[in-house]
């Protein structure tokens, strides 16, 4: 066992992350994510909601300092009635651990498209549309 790494961090997505390098970017796709068809490196995290995952993410990986767009949701497609509420929770963690992170969205299939090139997929169980994440790799500066 380790200290103070998060319960919710497998061994699997601890060496994903750990494999990663500056610009590599990783998806956490909700449950309704094309994970396993898109996927170069596929991590299951059934059960596990987005935000729980976030969080743990966050407390072990840097994001990009250079690239504005290092937290990246999917765009709402138009006239979409879905509820988004849990953007403003994803922006809590986020400014928890990187307060000068700012939230950027792309188009749903341009959204898709990036994720195809991702180093990996996180396959979480959140049930909320819309609830995908894409986060780019930075470096460690402490």
Same mark, same amino acid.
């Given at each position: 066992?380790?200290?103070?790494?998060?319960?919710?961090?497998? &061994?699997?997505?601890?060496?994903?992350?750990?494999?990663?390098?500056?610009?590599?970017? $990783? !998806? $956490?796709?909700?449950?309704?994510?094309?994970?396993?068809?898109?996927?170069?490196?596929?991590?299951?995290?059934?059960? $596990?909601?987005?935000?729980?995952?976030?969080?743990?993410?966050?407390? !072990?990986?840097?994001?990009?300092?250079?690239? &504005?767009?290092?937290?990246?949701?999917?765009?709402?497609?138009?006239?979409?009635?879905?509820?988004?509420?849990?953007?403003?929770?994803?922006?809590?963690?986020?400014?928890?651990?990187?307060?000068?992170?700012?939230?950027?969205?792309?188009?749903?299939?341009?959204?898709?498209?990036?994720?195809?090139?991702?180093?990996?997929? !996180?396959?979480?169980?959140?049930?909320?549309?819309?609830?995908?994440? $894409?986060?780019?790799?930075?470096? !460690?500066?402490?």
């Amino acid at each position: 066992m380790l200290k103070h790494i998060p319960k919710v961090l497998s &061994p699997e997505l601890l060496k994903i992350l750990c494999e990663m390098g500056h610009g590599d970017e $990783i !998806v $956490i796709g909700d449950g309704n994510f094309p994970a396993a068809s898109n996927a170069k490196r596929l991590v299951r995290a059934d059960g $596990i909601g987005a935000c729980e995952l976030l969080d743990a993410v966050l407390q !072990v990986f840097p994001l990009d300092q250079y690239d &504005p767009n290092n937290f990246v949701l999917m765009q709402k497609a138009e006239g979409d009635a879905a509820d988004t509420s849990i953007w403003q929770r994803y922006e809590a963690i986020l400014k928890k651990h990187e307060p000068n992170a700012v939230v950027s969205f792309e188009e749903r299939f341009a959204y898709y498209e990036r994720a195809k090139r991702a180093y990996a997929i !996180v396959a979480g169980g959140e049930e909320k549309q819309y609830a995908n994440i $894409i986060l780019k790799k930075g470096c !460690v500066l402490d």
